[in-house]
T-cell receptor, first 119, second 110 residues
Framework: EAGVAQSPRYKIIEKRQSVAFWCNPI?????LYWYQQILGQGPKLLIQ????????DSQLPKDRFSAERLKGVDSTLKIQPAKLEDSAVYLC?????????????????FGPGTRLTVL | KQEVTQIPAALSVPEGENLVLNCSFT??????LQWFRQDPGKGLTSLLL?????REQTSGRLNASLDKSSGRSTLYIAASQPGDSATYLC?????????FGTGTRLTIIP
């Protein structure tokens, strides 16, 4: 079974530039997550999609970050304009619909991440 | 707001020793607790998932326990090997999302 795919793996940009990340979840997984992991910290949820709809984006800096999941499969996360503090690893994860798997047993599967450096 | 703490932040042990990693959380209203492994430059791999109604889970040399009432979990690694060197993260599943700890960086010394 193919895992969660992410691209690019690495990105270096200047501050105030724009950047976009792409994620392809495991086939059949209805739920998709984007996390930000700053060096030395645990991942922090930015946004969660259930199929096409947003379930939770309470920690997404909406003035500069945006995300979409067209057709309920692939997703893109965009930062515009980037700031120095956006330097982090951006992780995408997917899971089965909790309504099917049950919230007690659903496991999230993570992609390898995109390491963003903002200079 | 759920807060997850992991102690110690880093740990070095000689190969072959048994070891325990600790995780504590502030809100006991959880659906499950998971332990993940993260290797440098890579994503997270789920090791064990303990449902809120369970007390422990085992997989090979790994055993995780959960005491929901006290807000604590431990990950026990038996007969450690150099390949166990990685960062170990615990995460608790609340109503809609996972909340992660900051991790324990484990180094096994050959």
């Amino acid at each position: 079974e193919a895992g969660v795919a992410q691209s690019p793996r690495y990105k270096i940009i200047e501050k105030r530039q724009s950047v976009a990340f792409w994620c392809n979840p495991i086939s059949g997984h209805a739920t998709l997550y984007w996390y930000q992991q700053i060096l030395g910290q645990g991942p922090k949820l930015l946004i969660q999609f259930q199929n096409n709809g947003v379930v939770d984006d309470s920690q997404l800096p909406k003035d500069r970050f945006s995300a979409e999941r067209l057709k309920g499969v692939d997703s893109t996360l965009k930062i515009q304009p980037a700031k120095l503090e956006d330097s982090a690893v951006y992780l995408c994860a997917s899971s089965l619909d909790p309504g099917l798997a049950g919230r007690g047993t659903d496991t999230q599967y993570f992609g390898p991440g995109t390491r963003l450096t903002v200079l | 707001k759920q807060e997850v703490t992991q102690i110690p932040a880093a740990l070095s042990v000689p190969e072959g020793e048994n070891l325990v990693l600790n995780c504590s959380f502030t809100d006991s209203a959880i659906y499950n607790l998971q332990w993940f492994r993260q290797d440098p430059g890579k994503g997270l791999t789920s090791l064990l998932l303990i449902q809120s109604s369970q007390r422990e889970q085992t997989s090979g040399r790994l055993n995780a326990s959960l005491d929901k009432s006290s807000g604590r979990s431990t990950l026990y690694i038996a007969a450690s090997q150099p390949g166990d060197s990685a960062t170990y993260l615990c995460a608790v599943r609340g109503n809609e999302k996972l909340t992660f700890g900051t991790g324990t960086r484990l180094t096994i010394i050959p």
